[in-house]
Nanobody
Framework: QMRPVESGGGLVQPGESLRLSCAAS????????VAWFRQAPGKEREAVAC???????YHTDSVKARFTILRDNTKNTVDLDMNDLKPEDTAVYYC?????????????????????WGQGTQVTVSS
């Protein structure tokens, strides 16, 4: 079974940056839609950013202008570039993959559409 693997989490101070990476061995991510979700303590999991294989991307309002989802087909990864991190960004971040090619806004609002999930990487923003 294909399972994406996240890396790049850690502890940073407010205002700093991190780059998360999602990889999946044995498959080419260029043929899959990929998303980043997060779950903070005591809160429901939420979509952060989605990149549809159809060519569209979506970022939730709270991270627009700070986070960017990026495909790197040469490395076979989909990264989440996070800048100006805030304490409220603290969460476990999950990568998810689906073969659906629905537009990214639709996919980001349809959690059951995601077929494969990683185990998550912790991001902590604290001074």
């Amino acid at each position: 079974q294909m399972r994406p693997v996240e890396s790049g989490g850690g502890l940073v101070q407010p205002g700093e940056s991190l780059r998360l990476s999602c990889a999946a061995s044995g498959v080419s991510l260029r043929f899959y839609s990929v998303a980043w979700f997060r779950q903070a303590p005591g809160k429901e999991r939420e979509a952060v950013a989605c990149d549809s294989v159809s060519g569209s991307t979506y970022h939730t309002d709270s991270v627009k202008a700070r986070f960017t989802i990026l495909r790197d087909n040469t490395k076979n990864t989909v990264d989440l570039d996070m800048n100006d991190l805030k304490p409220e960004d603290t969460a476990v971040y999950y990568c998810a993959i689906t073969s659906s090619f629905q537009p990214a806004p639709h996919l980001c609002n349809t959690e059951p559409a995601w077929q494969y999930w990683g185990q998550g990487t912790q991001v902590t923003v604290s001074s």
